[in-house]
């Protein structure tokens, strides 16, 4: 099997051709949310980024096994001294539920946010807090090969003795003497032997309430080791793509690493991917600057394929900036591509052919999609789509049947199978009736022109102005679409 | 806190009024889907009667912790022998898949099965496979109590043993001579010390995938621990109501029984419910038989509103007989009780009163919920609901505002939040489109009518009857209904 696709490996710091382990079957790894509250903006573009790579892959053939987790324990308040509340356990405090209690409300929420965006869901999502035995076994693993010590019914990762050996560093390009330096100003962990070193397993205090036993301690295991553990029970030692959030490069993909290697001597990981950030009006995202935003929020003003369609307009990998401005402006362009589809069904086709042109617009696509997910390309491609579509429309262009199939391709199966924009009028029986029953008033409305009854044709194009939708007349008839 | 409450106790043999252990908190453990398959027909009849137990509950004024589980693990094909292959693994291996794949594939079309029948989400969904530590203490615990035996590697539960000192059977009534006499024929494992002992943690054979550490072997646990480690987890050594069907009765819940007594020397559940069967044309449903339904299956032939009314209609405790005809007479009266909600609002308010009796109604459908959560009686005192506002409508009684807002609650409250039957028309944004866009038909129809353009307003009408919208012109004006 062969592909043309090229990605790029945070770990080479390079675009590299993609070649799967055991083709035609591709293990793809992707650092899923911590469920403590609602998603905000932040979890709409790692989501929305390898959800296109998963859909892409399979577009190409691949068998996919794509493994999400949710992170329910482990994730500690202070990220950089490990220390302080689980964030779930505290939540739960505050709302005075079972810490599973907040787990299942928010993942529940995480779960309807991601279908609203259309996001797929993933093969396995597996959660963290079910997973603490194969993490002990790793942990144990670690220990066994020296890569870790034991303090008081903790254990650390010793990074110091990592180095002797391996390269500890390498996908953040953060080196040891500069790590060092960093973290001395910290409080940290007394236990530790060196600052940088990083839990992977804590032994609970008295009031912690996620807890198992462990041959160290009860307990609970480090943030980093559920991906480490998860990743490879699912995917196997060794395995394709691992995808998340460039925030997460370090250090939680580094010690990630950093554990697969300690563990079994060996890299677990091909290709590291990372997404790069949201900044609103420029600035970065974040509760203390008031500018954090929950996609249920969003979603009163936007539709989630507005914010899909925005997302998908940049590269994953540069940063984009969110303003409402620049969401109109998504939302306008979107509107545009549904009004196309919604003409090409009734595209008049004649012998006359644009093959060369359409053939070579399809394949700019693929290119642009091989060319390391290139969203905003194969978009722009797609709107010479739209500008041929109105054309023809227009009388202007025409085209025959072997260009009408590879638009019909270009917008089915790319627009809505790939990058997953569900046009609302494919969307439901319910939908329909609402096109139907336009349909009967545009009809109805034809009629009384005829009859030259203009009163009541001015009347229902004005009601249904009111209701959002818009009538255009042309010479081809009436058609319509939602303001 | 006080309630009128009863329900009928499976280990008692009796209707007793509930009293929570620590009002207004309520834990009520249900036992969930072994997810190996697409939902059927049979799995749609507990969770109902459990979601009406759970929004009652709350509309009682408790707060409701609802812990619902998924088995994932130790689900034998064999049950009475507990030997064959695990049912998930056996599915994983047909399908080519990993075996968390086929979970959640299965798990994924349960939870879109039960939102399409408006079951409400539990608050904790814990997984088995995410649960082995915890079983695995229950387990030690037992064995450390000498209720338990160790063979190769397996833990069996020792029932002669236990009933030395308690009594095995007291859920289902069955007696240990009996057991011992209907299970002797059976192959069994030969390392049971009598062939009625049930497996707690069984090795695993070389080729079994789902496996784990533990003191004992590489295995993993017998199916009946998950809901004893589970509910005692997230609900406490003793909490108030265990639900699940009346199949489950033996040996599955008298197995929780008799670990959990023997883990801590108390009984755990104050009450247990079990909800009847589901027949077929007066048959057992079963895929011998082949009438075997999916609810995928199902919901192409009948809404699911339809089903959830149909087996509301019954007592969750009669085995309830499902065909073509009682269905169709289900979808019948549901609608009435929709239109007579879509009628409702523009109800003619008076000052004369039938306070009594629409008082005495919502009274009835009180009790009847405090019997035992008995929706066949409440429902049939909704009907005589549906002809006050039909009557009222009709001109032929009159009501004030106090009975408007007493049949605004049972109809709201009651039909919607409780009994769970959403109407569609008062579903989504795009169903009021849907409705708008009818209003402006009748009013331009209406206009035709003035104008005594009867062909137009022929038109309309026939033409929304052809999309299932059916008019019915009256003195007060023109109402609509879906056919």
Redesign the interface.
Known sequence: MENKLSIYNSLSHKKELFKPINPPFVGLYVCGPTVYSDSHLGHARPFITFDILFRYLKYLGYKV?YVRNITDVGHLENEATEEGEDKIAKKAHLENL?P??V???YM?SFHYNMAQLNVS???????A?????EQQ?LIAKILKNGFAYEKNGSVYFDIEEYSKKYKYGKLSGRVLDELLENTRELEGSKEKKNSFDFALWKKATPDHIMR??SEWSEGFPGWHMECSAMSVK?LGNKFDIHGGGMDLMFPHHECEIAQNIAATGEESVNYWMHNNMITINGQKMARSLGNFITLNDLFKSYNPMVIRFFILQAHYRSTLDFSDEALKAAEKGLNKIFSAMKIMPKLKVTDSSNKDYVKALKLRIDLAMDDDLSTPQAIAHIFDGVRLINSVNEGHLSIDDTDFKILNEIFFKFVIDILGLKPEIF??T??Q??E???E??IN?RL?ARTKKDFS?SD??RN??LR??IILNDTKEGTSWERS
Chains 1, 2 share one sequence.
């Not at 869901?121 to 959660?127: D, F």
């Not at 807090?129 to 035995?133: A, D, E, K, N, P």
């Open positions: 096994r079972e599973m209690e787990v299942q409300k529940n869901l993933p093969s396995i999502e597996p959660q807090s079910g997973h603490i035995i076994q198992w036993p699912y969307k439901s319910d939908d009736l609402d139907k029953l336009i009967l008033l109805i009629e009541t009347a229902i009601q249904l209701l959002g």
